[in-house]
């Protein structure tokens, strides 16, 4: 009875190499979120999307991409994978109403590139 | 643009306990909510309790409760009775009122609860 869930959990790659994490949400969400931790804890957004509608990209690179096959799912491809791309990414989902827009977080990915 | 300022990095509080985590803001929107996320050690985020600007009364959530003072722009986490499993970094966190609104976090207090 899992709400959010990411796969896989943990990520271990070389340099250059291309990654996709996978997020599933089965609260009935329309509204999912892509987040990066980086290694101070620091937590910031990167990818939304309402309706498999993309709605925020931060200043993100562009080897960066997010895809929504469904509302309940929202996928994340890494091309050319970085040493700085090393961070734990969470995915979160929201009811998408005007009040309340709690945001429920998937357990995390662990990216780790060497 | 929004900020939120979590000026302890670091607290101790004994078991048994109240602690006060301490949360600033500030933001130009009208209308937002803000938000306690705690991140135990093994790494997920977990939703604590929710403030709406426009609610009247603090939000408590069992041993959870929100100081809001909106016009000091602050949102203070309050936790009774510390328990060991409080141990945790808590993030507070706000988004403008409406649909796919990001969350702005803090930096985040590491809370140790000692015996």
């Known amino acids: 009875d899992t709400a959010v869930s990411q796969t896989p959990k943990y990520l271990v790659t070389q340099m250059g190499n291309d990654k996709s994490i996978k997020c599933e949400q089965n609260?009935?969400?329309?509204?999912m979120y892509w987040y990066k931790q980086d290694s101070k804890k620091f937590l910031k957004i990167m990818f939304s999307y309402n309706n498999k509608e993309l709605i925020i990209n931060e200043t993100v690179p562009n080897r960066f991409s997010p895809k929504s096959p469904d509302k309940a799912h929202l996928n994340l491809h890494i091309n050319s994978l970085e040493l700085g791309d090393s961070a734990v990414y969470f995915c979160?989902?929201?009811?998408?109403?005007?009040?309340?827009?709690?945001?429920?977080f998937g357990p995390g990915t662990r990216l780790l590139v060497l | 643009a929004q900020k939120i300022t979590q000026t302890q990095p670091g607290m101790f509080v004994q078991e048994k306990e109240a602690v006060t985590l301490d949360c600033t803001y500030d933001?130009?929107?009208?209308?937002?909510?803000l938000f306690w996320y705690k991140q135990p050690s093994s790494g997920e985020m977990i939703f604590l309790i929710y403030?709406?600007?426009?609610?009247?009364q603090n939000a408590t959530e069992g041993r959870y409760s929100l100081n809001f003072q909106k016009a000091r722009k602050s949102a203070n986490l309050v936790i009774s009775a510390s328990q060991l499993g409080d141990s945790a970094m808590y993030f507070c966190a706000m988004a403008r009122t409406g649909t796919a609104s990001k969350l702005t976090f803090g930096t985040g207090t590491r809370l140790q609860v000692t015996l």
């Open positions: 609260l009935g969400h329309d509204t």
């Open positions: 979160a989902s929201s009811q998408g109403g005007t009040l309340g827009e709690t945001q429920y």
């Open positions: 933001t130009s929107d009208p209308s937002y909510g």
């Open positions: 403030q709406g600007s426009y609610d009247q």
